[in-house]
């Protein structure tokens, strides 16, 4: 019997089981119960109304002729009611929606409009509102924050480059969707140069580029995408460093508005339907490059998104440029193109080329898709064998072996031999079973050894002193690299040199060989989420595990992954 | 409280007396509610139907006098619940089966003898829930009956959302065996 028929058979249960259920079981928490209650107390004390909220009635009476033809005019009534109603809210709210206020975090927010509907008319009040350079700082350094998602077409350009580069972006924060087509244009001919198409969706980005003059130069890359969540969207959404000086303008934020008294606030304007700011300021060095002493900034000011930026040299000549047009936030419409594999093969087919690495990518990107598609959610459909066969075959790299069955990575795990020589004793190799590592001090790393040998942090450190910032990253250690070491914070030392692809729970960290060798009720005993496995996901599919090693760890990783 | 202490106190002290019928009957209303509007309407539209069944009745209190308060009160959410299903598939422009038992009409020989078969499977599998014994049972009612995740459950039994994933896992295990030690076929 799969869970999925327990549900099914609970859920047509009639109505002598459900009253036995009922009687037996609570339905919801006491706390849900009482604010049930609450709510019917609060109806029963505006009584006079109507019993009940009426609308979702539906009248059981047959309407009878004279009842449609009143019924028609009535509609008639308050379709032109409702229409008037929609012009006069569309001329005051601007030709864009607002974007929802969910996280405005400052609490300095500029009021919102107040928007009443009394009958046939509609009145939009607006409350004074103080708009301080702080509040519009705030905004424009936390575009983010307020942005669900958001679409148009932008022209960047400044001085230093010969290129200009223009694009139209639909971008969604929520589902870490992204899609651009760009065009690099050369400044002084207006000739299109290069262009490419840009796809990301949840951790993966496609692109398809290509210099127009040159056929070979067709490419496809498949890569990390970096929308993986909405924090990654405070460096550059995309990738596009052309996002990074509009719709999230941190950097230029940080040069232009930072200080607060080298620019005002010079007017306000409703530009492209939407509220803004208009901003203009005096820049120092930060500008100096682009040889810019002075600007203007067209800034929404629900959102701080920068829709008109212009810097200008002593004469007054625009020597770097961000304009928009069509600017749209947080339309619930707007549906960002995820590219599918078949039209990943159709623009290969059109002559892009794919790099190993990229095919590689698409491979993972494949088996990503097949394994977490919405249907396959049926937590049931996952068999998961009684004993894991072998995972890999005998020929596996030595570096997946690695990824695989270390939690950290190898510099942390090296004894290095200036560390070695500190302790006199023979110190050998330790009988590890490295399916069971659930912690630092479960195998021999920098850490254990020190711990193991009480070794003095002083002496660890002058012991250490010429891999500090050494040239060879793979011996190099940063001066916080080694502080988290010899601090003992574990949590700390996994953060600077974990796995990617280890699972971390607190101090405790399980890799791809503890979770392919252990069972779910392991993973419920360690108090292991299904979150915490559907975040990690991705980097399973990376194993070179034999078929039926890959079946078995997924289907095992994803029934728990479901399990809600 | 029976139903005839519910009425008395009604007519002495209604603020009391609207309190026992809602201690009384809420789980049956509530579990009444879900079973019709779950799959069209959210948890949020089961609590407003429930709100307005116990308002309706709880107003109109006074004109119930004759037959079961209880089968009073299961029309009514039975009614509510369909007129908000049929509300909701309105509004976001879907169209009731009809092959919906919302759909009053007279049934089919067969399809009595299905109901029949139904509910007998649906009873075993019950009983059978009972005899896992508490919290697991509740547990496996609130997951599967009631479509709630391990930190809902958590927070009605007052556990820790790990320990209930934890024991739906286990629980869930020993109902199959115990479904297939009486030998009963789902």
Request: net charge negative; aromatic share 12%; hydrophobic share 35%.
């Given at each position: 019997?799969?869970?999925?028929?327990i549900r099914?058979?609970l859920?047509?249960?009639?109505?002598?089981?459900t009253e036995q259920?009922?009687?037996?079981?609570?339905m919801s928490s006491?706390?849900?119960?009482?604010?049930i209650?609450?709510?019917?107390?609060?109806?029963?004390?505006?009584?006079e109304?109507?019993?009940?909220?009426?609308?979702?009635?539906?009248?059981?009476i047959?309407?009878?002729?004279?009842?449609?033809?009143?019924?028609?005019?009535?509609?008639?009534?308050?379709?032109m009611?409702g229409?008037?109603?929609?012009?006069?809210?569309?001329?005051?709210a601007?030709?864009?929606?607002?974007?929802?206020?969910?996280?405005?975090?400052?609490?300095t927010?500029?009021?919102?409009?107040?928007?009443?509907i009394?009958?046939?008319?509609?009145i939009?009040?607006?409350?004074p509102?103080?708009?301080?350079?702080?509040?519009?700082?705030?905004?424009s350094?936390?575009t983010v924050?307020?942005?669900?998602q958001?679409?148009g077409?932008?022209?960047?350009w400044?001085?230093?480059i010969?290129?200009?580069t223009?694009?139209?972006?639909?971008?969604?924060?929520d589902?870490?969707?992204f899609?651009g087509?760009?065009?690099?244009?050369?400044?002084n001919?207006?000739?299109?140069?290069?262009?490419?198409?840009y796809?990301?969706?949840?951790?993966?980005?496609v692109?398809?580029t290509?210099q127009?003059?040159?056929?070979?130069?067709?490419?496809?890359d498949?890569?990390?995408?970096?929308?993986?969540?909405?924090?990654?969207?405070?460096?550059?959404?995309t990738g596009?460093?052309?996002?990074?000086?509009?719709?999230?303008?941190?950097?230029?934020?940080?040069?232009?508005?930072?200080?607060?008294d080298?620019w005002e606030?010079?007017?306000?304007?409703?530009?492209?339907?939407?509220?803004?700011a208009?901003?203009?300021?005096k820049?120092?060095?930060?500008?100096?490059r682009?040889?810019?002493?002075?600007?203007?900034?067209?800034?929404?000011?629900?959102t701080?998104?920068?829709?008109?930026?212009e810097?200008?040299?002593?004469?007054?000549?625009?020597?770097?440029?961000?304009?928009?047009?069509?600017?749209?936030?947080?339309?619930?419409?707007?549906?960002?193109?995820v590219?599918?594999?078949?039209?990943?093969?159709?623009k290969?087919?059109?002559?892009?080329?794919?790099?190993?690495?990229?095919?590689?990518?698409?491979?993972?990107?494949?088996?990503?898709?097949?394994?977490?598609?919405?249907?396959?959610?049926?937590?049931e459909?996952?068999?998961?064998?009684?004993t894991?066969?072998?995972?890999?075959a005998?020929?596996?790299?030595?570096?997946?072996?690695?990824?695989?069955y270390?939690?950290?990575?190898?510099r942390?795990?090296?004894?290095?031999?200036?560390?070695?020589?500190?302790?006199?004793?023979?110190?050998?190799?330790?009988?590890?079973?490295?399916?069971?590592?659930t912690?630092?001090?479960?195998y021999?790393?920098?850490?254990?050894?020190i711990q193991d040998?009480?070794?003095?942090?002083?002496d660890?450190?002058n012991?250490?002193?010429?891999y500090?910032?050494?040239w060879?990253?793979e011996?190099?250690?940063?001066?916080?690299?080694?502080?988290?070491?010899?601090?003992g914070n574990?949590?700390?030392?996994?953060?600077?040199?974990g796995?990617?692809?280890?699972?971390?729970?607190?101090?405790k960290?399980?890799?791809?060989?503890?979770?392919?060798?252990?069972?779910?009720?392991?993973?419920?005993?360690?108090?292991?989420?299904?979150?915490?496995i559907?975040?990690?996901?991705r980097?399973?599919?990376?194993?070179?595990?034999?078929d039926?090693?890959?079946?078995?760890?997924?289907?095992k990783?994803?029934?728990?992954?479901?399990?809600? | 409280?029976t139903?005839?202490?519910?009425?008395?106190?009604?007519?002495?002290?209604?603020?009391?007396?609207?309190r026992?019928?809602?201690?009384?009957?809420y789980?049956?209303?509530?579990?009444?509610?879900?079973?019709?509007?779950?799959?069209?309407?959210?948890?949020?539209?089961?609590?407003?139907?429930v709100?307005?069944?116990f308002?309706?009745?709880?107003r109109?209190?006074?004109?119930?006098?004759?037959?079961?308060?209880?089968?009073?009160l299961?029309?009514?959410?039975?009614n509510?619940?369909?007129n908000?299903?049929?509300?909701?598939?309105?509004?976001?422009?879907?169209t009731i089966?009809i092959?919906?038992?919302?759909?009053?009409?007279?049934?089919s020989?067969q399809?009595?003898?299905?109901s029949?078969?139904?509910?007998?499977?649906?009873q075993?599998?019950?009983?059978?829930?009972?005899s896992?014994?508490?919290p697991?049972?509740?547990?496996?009612?609130?997951?599967?009956?009631?479509d709630?995740?391990?930190?809902?459950?958590?927070?009605?039994?007052?556990m820790?959302?790990i320990?209930?994933?934890?024991?739906?896992?286990r629980?869930v295990?020993?109902?199959?065996?115990?479904?297939?030690?009486?030998?009963?076929?789902l």
């Open positions: 019997m799969k869970d999925e028929t099914k058979i859920h047509h249960a009639d109505e002598h089981i259920i009922s009687e037996a079981y609570p006491e706390e849900e119960k009482e604010r209650y609450r709510r019917i107390q609060e109806n029963l004390l505006t009584d109304k109507p019993a009940v909220s009426e609308d979702y009635q539906v009248s059981q047959k309407s009878t002729g004279w009842m449609h033809y009143v019924s028609m005019a009535a509609a008639f009534v308050l379709m009611a229409t008037a109603g929609a012009v006069i809210f569309i001329r005051n601007g030709e864009n929606a607002k974007p929802s206020m969910t996280d405005a975090g400052s609490g927010d500029v009021p919102l409009q107040k928007t009443i009394t009958g046939e008319t509609q939009t009040e607006t409350e509102e103080e708009l301080t350079k702080e509040l519009l700082y705030s905004r350094a936390r924050k307020y942005l669900h958001l679409s077409h932008i022209e960047v400044s001085c230093n010969d290129m200009t223009v694009g139209d972006v639909m971008l969604d924060f589902t870490s969707e899609y087509t760009v065009f690099d244009f050369e400044t001919t207006g000739e299109v140069q290069d262009s490419g198409t796809y990301t969706d949840e951790g993966q980005s692109s398809f290509e127009v003059h040159d056929e070979s130069s067709k490419r496809c498949i890569g990390y995408g970096c929308a993986t969540d909405r924090n990654s969207f405070n460096s550059d959404p596009l460093h052309m996002l990074a000086e509009c719709f999230c303008p941190f950097e230029m934020t940080a040069g232009y508005l930072a200080d607060l080298s606030i010079s007017d306000t304007e409703l530009y492209q339907g939407r509220e803004c208009v901003l203009e300021g820049t120092g060095k930060y500008g100096s682009w040889d810019i002493t002075h600007w203007k900034i067209i800034m929404d000011i629900q701080g998104v920068w829709l008109f930026y810097g200008y040299a002593d004469d007054e000549t625009v020597n770097g440029f961000l304009h928009t047009e069509d600017i749209e936030f947080d339309n619930p419409e707007m549906q960002v193109p590219i599918t594999d078949e039209e990943i093969d159709q290969i087919a059109e002559g892009y080329q794919i790099s190993e690495m990229s095919a590689q990518q698409r491979e993972i990107r494949k088996n990503w898709q097949t394994v977490t598609e919405p249907e396959m959610t049926e937590i459909i996952y068999e998961i064998p009684d894991m066969p072998e995972p890999f005998s020929d596996v790299d030595e570096e997946t072996l690695y990824d695989f270390y939690p950290c990575e190898r942390f795990n090296t004894i290095w031999p200036e560390l070695a020589a500190l302790v006199a004793e023979d110190w050998g190799e330790q009988e590890v079973n490295y399916e069971e590592i912690s630092l001090t479960d021999l790393n920098m850490y254990s050894f040998f009480d070794i003095p942090a002083d660890v450190r012991a250490m002193q010429d500090i910032t050494a060879d990253a011996k190099s250690f940063r001066e916080d690299e080694l502080s988290a070491i010899l601090s574990q949590s700390a030392m996994l953060n600077y040199f796995n990617l692809s280890a699972l971390r729970n607190g101090d960290i399980y890799t791809p060989a503890w979770l392919y060798a252990h069972s779910i009720e392991d993973y419920l005993a360690e108090g292991i989420t299904p979150e915490m559907r975040e990690n996901m980097y399973y599919f990376y194993f070179d595990f034999t039926e090693a890959k079946t078995a760890f997924l289907n990783l994803n029934y728990f992954a479901n399990m809600d | 409280m139903e005839q202490e519910i009425r008395s106190l009604m007519y002495q002290d209604r603020e009391k007396g609207n026992a019928l809602f201690d009384t009957y789980h049956y209303v509530y579990a009444i509610v879900f079973r019709k509007v779950n799959g069209t309407g959210s948890r949020e539209d089961v609590e407003e139907c709100i307005d069944v308002t309706e009745v709880m109109n209190f006074s004109c119930i006098e004759n037959g079961s308060l209880k089968a009073y299961g029309t009514a959410a039975r509510k619940a369909i908000m299903c049929r509300y909701l598939s309105a509004k976001s422009r879907q089966s092959d919906s038992e919302d759909f009053s009409e007279l049934p020989e399809n009595i003898e299905t029949i078969e139904q509910s007998e499977q649906t075993k599998l019950l009983d059978c829930i009972h896992l014994g508490e697991d049972s509740v547990i496996i009612i609130q997951k599967y009956f009631l709630r995740n391990s930190i809902e459950i958590a927070r009605i039994l007052n820790n959302p320990t209930v994933r934890s024991r739906a896992f629980a295990k020993r109902l199959k065996q115990i479904l297939s030690d009486a030998g009963i076929t």
